[in-house]
């Protein structure tokens, strides 16, 4: 390595040849513990992807674009930084071990995500557009199939009664597909055509029904850095502002495994939008200009359809003539009734966002507006809980955050209002007290009539309202290899919730110790505690809400014996107790996988699990290693087997395959699922092929 280090000292600029990320590894080591299928992984997935396709450039990334890398504490961001002033550009990738803070795992997370050049100069070298995006190295064509193998219910035929009515079918076949093509240069352009069906959806051309083929249609083109035209994003796109209080995208993990770097989250402003989440983007357009060097402006504007179940009002007496009780947000459209509710209610969103940086970057601050109409009302459902919910077709919030560091202190927050009167605060602080000492706090506070219809800062809750809390977090890194995170979280909720009855509080808290003994392996264990108060099953007239428990262990190992040998072990387990009073549940899994290179066109991964929980609240998540560009994590329930595989074929330079085929047997079950994804007989088999076309 002192040999490379000495060659990069004398040679010119030089690409290191990236690794290919291994993110089902990265996400695992950021995520703590999925405990439902309602997390944003796959965005943080897609989020990671596009830093792997587009990767930032450690010699003109400013301060806040390697925080929005999540990989690199504050101090390491310092140092680099520091050393980029002091030295000038890196000449290679390598010469990051001679940065002071960057240790050997920080720069093997971090490698498949940054490069060291500047792209062969400005964008205007290397031709005009049209030809850059044609000569472009990730040109490339997804296309993806999947199905279940055994007949639901949902496919089945039904017997008619004499009115010519059945019961409730799909009106789909039972096969997904995904079409996606994708181009991208970092600091330069992004284009990115996406079309999808479900499982059970219809492919049918019907415009007076706003579809086109597939169920879901999605495109953007996006520009870069042309003089003070920073950003301008047409189609689909995704906004975070500030501490994402009032716009959120997709990177934030939340309370995860890593306890300081993902806190915070960074600025980044416009990004495109390439994923398949059908209600976690914007569609229109947005754009960022440089005012003047230190300050940019940003406006957007927005208009999409989204599903809704719209209802008539009762009597002539009632507040909206039209209303509905919320949004559908699974975006399934299946059967009837889903269909029916498809994009019936337009939203329109528009707003901007004024952000000054010093010349030093050591301060940031910046106030954001957004303003929300619909054509229908939002009117909950007239329960107790729902008293301070957002009510109406008009939500306008306003916001102000802020940045500052100085030293190995970083102190960041943001506070916003909603046209309800309500606010929320968030504020928080990360420091590093020695150079294997890190820490942070964070405090929040959303009142229980704070509305924000694309915030996600961090909370208990999925949303951030009726909500505050206090988040401290540690890691220390004692001795090399071995490394100590840590977080404890106390939450309470001043109001009423969805099956609690009552103002409540709970806690969380958990502790990682995790071993690197060699660059390619890593052995982890995991504990965590979580305590909230939910309504008891009993019918009592006024539930009095109790705390229910769930402690979660983890023990992961990853290896490579050998270059082309990879080895994971997972034992997870947890025990769950609804009340003080109540029996401890349990449930577990055992999962080992392996994964092996045969020559350079094959490569095989195979898992085998063993899976047994007392009942669905011990369920057990467990992340799985899928199709380039896909994420699996199956919550598996009862007693039985897990087993995967996987075969990536590389055809030729230009084409790559992927097979995947896993199957879940059940112990003691003569059917799986319910209702109209029921299966007669214990198994569960799921088939998924993928090619990849690269121009």
């Not at 957002?390 to 960041?412: D, E, K, P, Q």
């Not at 009993?538 to 402690?551: A, K, L, V, Y």
């Not at 392996?594 to 057990?620: C, E, K, P, W």
Request: with cysteine; net charge positive; aromatic share 10%.
């Amino acid at each position: 390595m002192a040999v490379l280090l000495a060659a990069a000292g004398t040679a010119q600029a030089q690409e290191y040849v990236r690794p290919t990320p291994d993110l089902d590894r990265l996400t695992q080591e950021l995520f703590a513990e999925i405990q439902s299928d309602q997390v944003p992984s796959e965005d943080l997935y897609e989020t990671l992807l596009q830093y792997y396709q587009t990767p930032l450039s450690l010699n003109t990334a400013t301060r806040e674009d390697l925080r929005g890398l999540l990989l690199l504490s504050e101090n390491q961001i310092s140092q680099l930084l520091t050393y980029r002033q002091q030295r000038g550009p890196l000449l290679s990738l390598y010469e990051l071990q001679a940065v002071p803070g960057f240790d050997l795992r920080t720069i093997y997370r971090a490698a498949p995500f940054v490069t060291v050049q500047t792209a062969g100069g400005t964008n205007g070298l290397r031709g005009p557009l049209w030809q850059r995006v044609f000569k472009e190295d990730n040109n490339a064509l997804f296309l993806r199939y999947e199905r279940v193998l055994q007949t639901r219910t949902g496919y089945t035929a039904a017997p008619l009664d004499s009115l010519g009515r059945g019961p409730t079918r799909y009106l789909g076949s039972p096969d997904k597909l995904l079409l996606r093509y994708r181009v991208s240069h970092a600091k330069d352009f992004s284009l990115g055509v996406t079309a999808e069906k479900d499982a059970g959806e219809q492919l049918t051309w019907n415009p007076k029904g706003r579809q086109y083929g597939a169920d879901f249609l999605s495109a953007h083109f996006v520009v870069q850095e042309r003089s003070k035209l920073k950003t301008l994003a047409v189609g689909d796109y995704q906004l975070q502002f500030g501490q994402g209080l009032l716009l959120s995208s997709g990177l934030q993990v939340g309370k995860g495994a890593e306890t300081i770097t993902t806190l915070r989250r960074s600025s980044i402003g416009v990004r495109p939008y390439s994923s398949i989440l059908e209600s976690t983007f914007f569609r229109g357009a947005a754009t960022t200009v440089e005012v003047a060097p230190t300050v940019r402006a940003t406006a957007f504007v927005s208009r999409k359809r989204v599903d809704a179940n719209v209802q008539l009002a009762a009597d002539s007496l009632a507040e909206f003539d039209e209303f509905s009780s919320g949004f559908l947000l699974t975006g399934f459209h299946r059967t009837p009734s889903e269909r029916a509710n498809r994009q019936t209610l337009r939203e329109t969103v528009a707003g901007g966002n004024l952000s000054y940086t010093s010349r030093s970057g050591h301060l940031a601050a910046g106030l954001t507006a957004v303003d929300t109409h619909f054509d229908k009302a939002i009117q909950r459902r007239p329960e107790l809980y729902n008293q301070y919910e957002f009510r109406g077709t008009h939500n306008l919030a306003l916001g102000a955050h802020y940045t500052y560091v100085r030293g190995n202190v970083l102190v960041f927050g943001e506070t916003a209002r909603s046209s309800s009167g309500g606010w929320g605060t968030v504020n928080g602080l990360l420091a590093s007290l020695a150079p294997t000492v890190d820490v942070s706090a964070l405090v929040r506070h959303y009142t229980r009539d704070f509305h924000t219809l694309y915030g996600n800062a961090l909370s208990e809750n999925t949303r951030n309202i009726n909500e505050s809390g206090l988040y401290l977090g540690l890691k220390v890194r004692p001795v090399a290899r071995w490394e100590v995170s840590a977080y404890y979280d106390q939450f309470w909720f001043p109001w009423l919730k969805y099956d609690v009855g009552a103002p409540s509080r709970g806690h969380d808290w958990l502790t990682r110790v995790t071993y690197a003994p060699t660059k390619t392996s890593l052995l982890y264990a995991q504990l965590r505690t979580r305590q909230k108060a939910y309504n008891p099953s009993s019918d009592q007239p006024i539930p009095q809400p109790e705390p229910t428990t769930r402690h979660s262990v983890l023990l992961y190992y990853d290896a490579n014996p050998t270059p082309t040998l990879g080895l994971r072990t997972r034992v997870q387990g947890s025990r769950y107790r609804a009340t003080d009073a109540s029996p401890w549940q349990r449930g577990y899994v055992l999962a080992q996988d392996a994964s092996v290179s045969i020559g350079r066109r094959l490569r095989l991964t195979a898992r085998y699990a063993l899976f047994d929980t007392d009942s669905y609240d011990t369920r057990q998540y467990v992340f799985e290693q899928d199709v380039l560009y896909a994420f699996s994590v199956p919550a598996l329930s009862g007693q039985g087997t897990r087993v995967y595989g996987i075969a990536e074929i590389s055809c030729t330079r230009q084409l790559t395959l992927w097979l995947r085929l896993a199957e879940t047997h059940y112990r003691h079950q003569t059917t799986v699922g319910s209702g109209l994804e029921e299966i007669q007989g214990p198994r569960r088999t799921e088939f998924k092929a993928q090619a990849r076309y690269r121009f």
